[in-house]
């Protein structure tokens, strides 16, 4: 009792004027004590809120999740990963942006991207690199194409043929940097498209081949719209990396 005495005290000292009347029971309170009380009915349940919030980021349970994608075929199988992450966390805001327009990596080193799903990793300060799966691409040809029966293909097999790729730049297509200019082969023509499902038209119409891992693939050549041939007797294999801060690990 002393002590909330000392307390009440103090805060009166500070107001510059008394907040209850002495000696009244039960207690009544000034028109300066009535108006803090309004104050305390008010904020209160708003502490508690933000201590709940708190508490529930500290346990990793709440919070905004900013990450980017490198690659257009990936949004196939993320989607329904990302369907998955919202059931098992809904309290857990999800902003994901593409890597087409910007540069994710050095926006993950920046702080200003939490997460980065990529087949490139690239040795930067800070950033660490979690292996998420390996994956075959391949080349998706028309079914009536000559390289259609070919158990496999080889880089001089692309000399005469108009390559279909995502408009990114060389660097980031596994045909072009481990396939084709290991052997110092230039397809005769290069045809960027945005879409995947517009790469499988013009493939499937003889318009030009086309690189894209199996799992974009899958769904065309399952049903027979387009042939999926290996690139290289032993095939073309990558893995996918999701890219952290390596303050985030723990």
């Not at 103090?10 to 803090?36: I, N, Q, Y």
């Not at 960027?192 to 499988?200: G, I, Q, R």
């Not at 042939?227 to 007797?233: D, H, I, N, V």
Request: charged share 20%; net charge negative; glycine share 6%.
């Amino acid at each position: 009792q002393s002590a909330l005495s000392h307390q009440f005290k103090e805060l009166e000292e500070r107001m510059g004027m008394p907040l209850f009347v002495r000696k009244t029971k039960p207690v009544r309170f000034t028109s300066a004590g009535l108006r803090l009380l309004q104050l305390a009915d008010s904020m209160l349940p708003q502490l508690r809120s933000a201590e709940r919030d708190i508490a529930r980021l500290a346990g990793g349970t709440a919070g905004r999740l900013h990450m980017a994608i490198e690659c257009h075929s990936c949004f196939q199988w993320l989607m329904p990963t990302i369907d998955q992450f919202r059931d098992a966390w809904p309290e857990v805001e999800l902003d994901l942006s593409s890597g087409f327009s910007f540069a994710p990596l050095p926006a993950l080193a920046r702080g200003d991207l939490d997460l980065v799903v990529t087949s490139d990793p690239l040795e930067l300060p800070g950033i660490t690199y979690v292996p998420l799966f390996t994956y075959e691409a391949m080349l998706a040809v028309a079914n009536q194409h000559a390289l259609a029966s070919k158990p496999y293909i080889v880089p001089e097999d692309l000399l005469p043929e108009t390559l279909i790729t995502y408009p990114v730049e060389r660097d980031r297509l596994d045909i072009f940097t481990r396939f084709l200019e290991p052997a110092d082969i230039e397809p005769a023509q290069v045809r960027t498209s945005e879409l995947t499902v517009m790469m499988m038209q013009l493939v499937a119409s003889g318009r030009g081949v086309c690189g894209m891992p199996h799992w974009a693939l899958h769904e065309y050549s399952s049903r027979g719209y387009v042939k999926a041939k290996r690139l290289g007797e032993k095939g073309l294999f990558a893995t996918l990396y999701a890219g952290i801060r390596a303050d985030m690990l723990d």
